[in-house]
DNA sequence: CGCAATATTGACCATCATCAATTGGCGTGG
DNA sequence: CCACGCCAATTGATGATGGTCAATATTGCG
């Protein structure tokens, strides 16, 4: 399983080659920052920051608290992902970054951003990809508690969290290890802890998954698919192609 | 009421003014198309785009069809705003633009950008920013299709739409047009359009707007923010303040 | 072996969807 | 100027998906 840094720097040649002198201008401002502990936060809201935050290995995801107390995860974050790569632009978090497993972070601060944009176009335009692909994942998690039920949310969900991991060497086959608790999938899905685990027992029961402990096995891929209405154009991964 | 295309300029200047000739080269890119009319798709899901589509007047949306026939509207688009601007960088459109009203259209080509971003990296950036907030807006509704009910959801749009109109001169003191059919509404907030109309009627009755036709009068600021959670702030909008 | 966090299940209830009319506004043809 | 027709708004009746509350079972771990 590779590191978060090299997924990243992979990650941003999609679009075409960097330069070694590029790619070399990238490593040299990753910091290593060390360890978050679950249920701590990588980034605060609210909070103006110096810098990007790199995940090297762990969960994490992006989240809001309501004023009611509920929560909704807009995003889970994994190795290589910049969660809060929007704040060298925006200057500002609004919602926080938490830590769902233990993660391994680096910092990327914003003073060494502007140099190494300044210097490399090709590395802006690759860095803004990222947040527009960022964004497009977030429109189809709106589609779905817009208008998919409660099937067809989780479905979707184990589809394109198989698709990510697998791009970052994070799923074997059929398995993905998910360590994330179902109460957590309520807060990303729009739906009760209850209702997850009566879903995912459903998905069970029909043969599509199977799961024990914090890994999913895929069952049927075609049925979860279609279950979920899933396609993963919008991933807009250089191996959007189906995994079967 | 000022032209798109002057609020567009206007808009990448949040972060800092632009220089003479960067406007210079920025207005004469924008080349104007024509009036794309009600109903008709501004930009096709699924084309590959050689240029990004400017709306200079009307009211326009995101939407995603999904295969068993219900829409998810993403976002409503109005003068000023680029829909498709990520298609500069991505290379093509996962959703479609739809004209919610006849609209005048400009277009920039992607050839032209490339140019124009290439010389000015200010430029860059400010474009970058923008698809930014169109991301931050996003997640917002997320936020609201996952953990708000249909009351707080309709007081939060109207409350996001006015701050946005009058931001380009489309809303007068505590009114603003909004030329959409409540069927729209539902498909942007994941309702029926039964219980938007029931909604909407429910928050006159408790006097926090009233509205005729298509324009919405809010009666209640106070009131109406409280019901839909509603904090500007990801707006990220220069005159953020509350209008109040 | 016992605790604490999760997962699971049952019973009951609320919000919101669906289906089906009815009403109202407004443009058009006579 | 008025009748017709269409689209959108409105309202009522009924039902389903998913929420809430409250136990009970598991599982990981010290």
Not at 40 to 49: A, C, H, K
Not at 74 to 81: L, Q
Request: neutral net charge.
């Amino acid at each position: 399983m590779p590191q978060g840094n090299h997924v990243l720097i992979e990650r941003l040649q999609t679009d075409g080659p960097l330069a070694a002198d590029e790619i070399q201008a990238l490593m040299s401002i990753i910091r290593p920052r060390g360890q978050v502990s679950r249920h701590n936060d990588i980034v605060l809201e609210g909070t103006p920051p110096d810098h990007c935050t790199l995940i090297l290995s762990g969960f994490a995801c992006r989240y809001k608290l309501l004023p009611d107390g509920g929560r909704q995860i807009h995003a889970f974050k994994i190795p290589g992902d910049v969660p809060d790569l929007y704040t060298f632009i925006l200057g500002f978090t609004d919602h926080a970054i938490g830590a769902l497993t233990s993660c391994d972070v680096a910092a990327i601060s914003h003073h060494d951003l502007e140099q190494i944009t300044r210097m490399f176009p090709k590395i802006t335009r690759a860095l803004w990809r990222e947040s527009l692909i960022d964004a497009a994942i977030a429109r189809e998690w709106l589609t779905g508690l817009g208008r998919r039920d409660a099937y067809a949310r989780v479905a979707h969900l184990i589809c394109e969290q198989y698709h990510r991991m697998k791009a970052v060497g994070l799923a074997q086959k059929d398995m993905l290890e998910f360590p994330v608790r179902q109460a957590e999938i309520a807060d990303a899905l729009g739906l009760s802890t209850v209702h997850v685990n009566r879903t995912m027992k459903t998905l069970s029961r029909n043969r599509l998954i199977s799961y024990r402990n914090q890994s999913i096995t895929i069952l049927n891929w075609q049925a979860l698919q279609t279950a979920g209405q899933f396609d993963p154009a919008y991933l807009h991964s250089p191996d959007a192609g189906s995994p079967h």
